[in-house]
């Protein structure tokens, strides 16, 4: 009984906003009484609107009152305080301003916890308390309390909507099926529940597919992105290494030149000086008889001249004045244009090769791939000079116009081992790593020929699926006959429709996963055209049929 008094005292000396005891209590000119910090927050967010108002009793004041403390107030809840009394237990707490009141209370509200259906109202513990006991009042329906559910009671008639109209789409309540809704297609709204319920559950089917599919986009974008950079990490690697080891190249020829040039210098040096060795010799010897001679000539006693004139005025032989002639510097003046020239070819080499390489990248660097070109003249554009690399070649196969033709033979052709060579397939793949935009063509003779693109990592081994251009996810190829053109990848063979011709196109535009297959003639036919996502660069490939009544070869054009 005790503590019912307790609790109640609580209760008429708790703050009605924050729920608590009083703490600083201050009363209002209309007689409430809050602490002073929560009535001075509530009238803060009021000054916007220009007038305060009471929380408990919606008194409103022009001007914003003066706050005093309540003395007697704040000494009376001292005293509640040192009983141990605390606010009012939560289950009988008092609806705040974003809480669902209780319909039925009168004066200051509690806090709803049950909402009716039928009813409609809201209710706190102790007035729901019927709903819980009385027979009828069980059948009804509560859900939890929201400012919402008063959506749900129609406007007109203050009934629950549990009609909905069809032909208006809109809910409404039973009344409104005998007025302004009468003769319309109307149902439960449970029933239009179920039919929105299956229409938002194929809804979010296809958002989840749609996501999904993204997710895949996004997928193979990432795939991209390191495909990108994989490939950009390894071009600088190889480029680095290339020119690196141009570098050891053209500085080990510069060694060669410079101690060709220094030993021919020494050689050359050496024969001089021993002439010149031979000559200062011949010249000293030749004064010694000078002075001989010339004191013979002034010998006074004639025998004595006779007689020392036959060993005196005998000559040595002398050396011939044609070895002694300067040889003309033609020999390094020979070397000064030799090395002269390889530099120009160099120039020349780096000066088109470079040309390629920034056409290269600057392809690389559109972010948006043009239109596919409409005829030869505009595929022109993007030729590509395509060379086939040795090491990838079949021993079947024999490279020749400068790597660019491939020839199927009857014996093997006398390669060195190589891990990328292809050892069961009668394939071979080009030289250049494809990227950007490119376009080749191919000419072919023979009995059946495959035009293929293929990434880097196809399998050289073997005679299965994973090693054969157009049977995998690897690779796309034209199957060239004598009656037919068939496009091939991952198992599938797809008939085209174009004139036959011994000359074939392929339009690579990497970026856009655009691949496409050309007759080429007097005119240019599009056989087969490709629409995927390539993830990493692509090399150009040729099969060979190996026909010993009819050879089979296959030649990448060169296009102008």
Known sequence: MEQQENQLDSGKFSCSICLDLLRDPVT????????????????????????????????????????????????????????????????????????????????????????????????????????????????????????????????????????????????????????????????????????????????????????????????????????????????????????????????????????????????????????QGKLKQEISELKRKDTELEQLSHTEDHSQFLHSYPSLSALSESTHSSSIKARPLRYFEDVTAAVSETRDKLQDILREQWTNVSLAVSEEDVSVSPEEPKNRAGMLRYARKITLDPSTANMYLLLSEGNRKATAMKEKQSYSFHSNRFNRRWQVLSQQRLTGRCYWEVEWSGREVEVAVTYDDIRRDGNSDQSSFGSNLKSWALCCDRNSFTVCYHYISSDTSGPLSSRVGVYLDHRAGVLSFYSVSDTMTLLHRVQTTFTQPLHAGLWLSRDEATPTAAEFIKLK
């Open 28 to 275: 209002i000119p209309c007689g409430h009484s809050y602490c002073k910090n929560c009535i001075k927050t509530h009238w803060d967010e009021e000054d916007q609107m220009g007038i305060h108002s009471c929380p408990q009793c919606r008194k409103t004041f022009t001007q914003r009152p003066v706050l005093e403390k309540n003395i007697m107030l704040a000494e009376l809840v001292e005293e509640l305080k040192k009983t141990g009394v605390q606010a009012a237990p939560a289950d009988h707490c008092y609806a705040g301003p974003e809480d669902v009141a209780c319909d039925v209370c009168t004066g200051r509200k509690l806090k709803a916890i049950k909402f009716c259906v039928v009813c409609p109202a809201s209710y706190c513990e102790k007035h729901l308390q019927p709903h819980c006991e009385a027979p009828p009042l069980k059948k009804h329906k509560l859900v939890d309390p929201s400012e919402k559910l008063q959506q749900n009671i129609c406007s007109h008639h203050d009934q629950v909507m549990t009609i909905f109209c069809r032909t208006d789409q809109q809910s409404i309540c039973i009344l409104c099926t005998m007025d302004e809704h009468k003769d319309h297609e109307t149902v439960p709204t449970a029933e239009e529940r179920t039919e929105k319920q299956k229409e938002l559950e194929e809804s979010r089917q296809q958002i989840q597919q749609r996501i999904q599919g993204r997710e895949r986009d996004v997928k193979l974008l990432q795939q991209e992105v390191e495909a990108i950079d994989g490939s950009a990490d390894k071009a600088v690697e190889d480029s680095e290494g290339i020119f690196s080891e141009l570098i050891r190249l053209i500085q080990k020829r510069s060694s060669d030149v410079k101690q060709q040039l220094r030993s021919q210098q020494e050689a050359e040096v050496s024969r001089v000086r021993e002439l």
